[in-house]
């Protein structure tokens, strides 16, 4: 097995993406049979509106300030923020600043 099968080391997520002019852009950093990890990078007043995700997955904010809803509760996410998400909640992000988080999709937890 190489090394690059073994680990994924990134510097700077934050880097990794530029906050689009009115927009919103994601790339994907990893995707094995455990883990999915993208980086969104959106413009203030951009949103994703609300879904779920068919498994757990975590958001961390690395930086702005977002609105979230979270099923029924609405919640600030500033730089920093952590949310831990169980498989099909409904939720939902709106940028109030431009805002770049890490998305984690677990698979076969």
């Known amino acids: 097995m190489s090394d690059q099968e073994l680990f994924c080391h990134i ?3 934050a880097k990794e993406v530029d906050v689009p ?3 919103i852009l994601s790339s994907t950093l990893l995707n094995n049979d455990r883990l999915k990890a993208v980086v969104f990078a959106f ?3 951009q949103e994703l509106s609300e879904h ?6 975590v958001l961390h904010f690395l930086s702005g300030e977002a609105e979230l809803t979270l099923g029924s509760q609405p919640r600030i996410a500033k730089s920093g923020a952590f949310v831990f998400m169980q498989p099909e909640l409904p939720h939902s992000v709106k ?3 431009p805002v ?3 998305l984690l999709l677990l698979k076969n937890p």
């Open 11 to 13: 510097a700077d997520v």
């Open 21 to 23: 002019s009115n927009g």
């Open 43 to 45: 413009d203030a007043g």
């Open 52 to 57: 779920t995700a068919s498994m757990p997955a």
């Open 95 to 97: 940028a109030k600043t």
């Open 100 to 102: 770049v988080m890490l």
